[in-house]
């Protein structure tokens, strides 16, 4: 059976305003939401006090993050065999290594 469509007795006519704000409000707390979630899974040490802080022990030397490279291994950018900040690391790892064994025997 068919029947006919009434006719409205007002316009329909949304409320911006108040979309708008509801948008703001979900959006600001979908936002914070994911931030606090990422923060919370992150366990990555961030520099060498918070390492110190999770094991309380001294650190004895930080090592850099360095992007493997097949040519370059033991070698400058120009091929010459000069000490670059990877290299330096160790040495200072080492160095750190060889005090503190000689002041241990104290």
Same mark, same amino acid.
């Given at each position: 059976?068919?029947?006919?469509?009434?006719?409205?007795?007002?316009?329909?006519?949304?409320?911006? &305003? @108040?979309?708008?704000?509801? *948008?703001?409000?979900?959006?600001?707390?979908?936002?914070? =939401? #994911?931030?606090?979630?990422?923060? %919370?899974?992150?366990?990555? &040490? @961030?520099?060498?006090?918070? *390492?110190?802080?999770?094991?309380?022990?001294?650190?004895? =030397? #930080?090592?850099?993050?360095?992007? %493997?490279?097949?040519?370059?291994?033991?070698?400058?950018?120009?091929?010459?065999?000069?000490?670059?900040?990877?290299?330096?690391?160790?040495?200072?790892?080492?160095? %750190?290594?060889?005090?503190?064994?000689?002041?241990?025997?104290?």
């Amino acid at each position: 059976m068919l029947s006919f469509a009434s006719v409205p007795l007002r316009p329909d006519d949304p409320n911006t &305003i @108040r979309n708008l704000i509801l *948008a703001m409000i979900a959006g600001l707390t979908l936002g914070a =939401g #994911v931030v606090v979630i990422l923060e %919370s899974l992150d366990t990555k &040490i @961030r520099d060498v006090r918070q *390492a110190q802080r999770m094991v309380s022990v001294d650190v004895l =030397g #930080v090592i850099p993050k360095q992007k %493997s490279s097949r040519n370059s291994r033991g070698r400058g950018k120009d091929g010459s065999s000069g000490s670059d900040p990877f290299q330096e690391a160790f040495g200072g790892l080492r160095t %750190s290594l060889r005090y503190s064994t000689i002041l241990d025997r104290d």
